[in-house]
């Protein structure tokens, strides 16, 4: 399988906004469920949302209502729309695709990994 790729971090303001890009394969797109997780040094990954093929979304509560998963499938990419953003939300962010949807939400259980795109807030 070839390996999502992200786009679209960088450095923001308190309460600024950004958007993050996964482009993956067509076949990945289709049939895998993806979500996007974040990740801070010293801690495990976490998933921040999901999307499932029916467009079913869930997010973590504490992106909930900031927070926005879209998948486009023309484009074969899936976006997280970031708003209102904190300190807490600098992480690294990882586009991730199960084939199981509901492994989606586990870690251990991710088929595919993007490489990461850095966003880093600040007051």
């Known amino acids: 399988q070839v390996q999502p790729v992200e786009s679209g971090g960088g450095s923001v303001q308190v309460g600024g906004s950004l958007r993050l890009s996964c482009v993956a394969s067509?076949?990945?797109?289709?049939?895998?469920?993806m979500a996007w997780y974040r990740q801070v040094p010293g801690k495990e990954r976490e998933v921040v949302a999901s999307i499932e093929s029916d467009g079913t979304t869930n997010y973590a509560d504490s992106v909930k209502g900031r927070f926005t998963i879209s998948g486009d499938t023309a484009q074969n990419t899936l976006s997280l729309q970031m708003s209102s953003l904190k300190p807490e939300d600098t992480a690294m962010y990882y586009c991730?695709?199960?084939?199981?949807?509901?492994?989606?939400?586990?870690?251990?259980?991710?088929?595919?990994w993007g490489q990461g795109t850095q966003v880093t807030v600040s007051s």
């Open positions: 067509r076949y990945t797109f289709t049939r895998y469920c």
């Open positions: 991730a695709a199960a084939d199981v949807c509901w492994d989606v939400h586990s870690v251990h259980k991710i088929d595919l």
